[in-house]
């Protein structure tokens, strides 16, 4: 069964940092592109950063470039997204994403991000 857990979310202040983390288990990590993507109230969801399976190549949406960094461990089967300079756009419930090739991809249950002061 797999399963990804995200955690990490929580409430900071605009220019605040918070750093969300995604555990996997029951697949074959290594195999998968993870990314993030993130849902606000009313918004469609959005892809904000992904990772090739080997972290070898990583791509940011606009929005959060400059600002944001993904990265993985695939040891201990985690994948990571640094947000530093936050603002209160990014307010969202951010969520992990799992893919390989043209199998079914997988999704967390998501964590809540609040920026707000």
């Known amino acids: 069964q797999v399963q990804l857990v995200e955690s990490g979310g929580g409430l900071v202040q605009p220019g605040g940092s918070l750093r969300l983390s995604c555990a996997a288990s029951g697949l074959t990590f290594s195999r998968y592109s993870m990314s993030w993507y993130r849902q606000a109230p009313g918004k469609e969801r959005e892809l904000v950063a992904g990772?090739?399976?080997?972290?070898?190549?990583?791509n940011y949406a606009d929005s959060v470039k400059d600002r944001f960094t993904i990265s993985s461990d695939n040891a201990k089967n985690m994948v990571y997204l640094q947000m530093n300079r936050l603002k209160p756009e990014d307010t969202a419930v951010y969520y992990c994403y799992a893919r390989w090739s043209s199998n079914l991809p997988y999704w967390g249950q998501g964590t809540q991000v609040t920026v707000s002061s």
């Open positions: 990772i090739t399976s080997n972290g070898g190549s990583t």
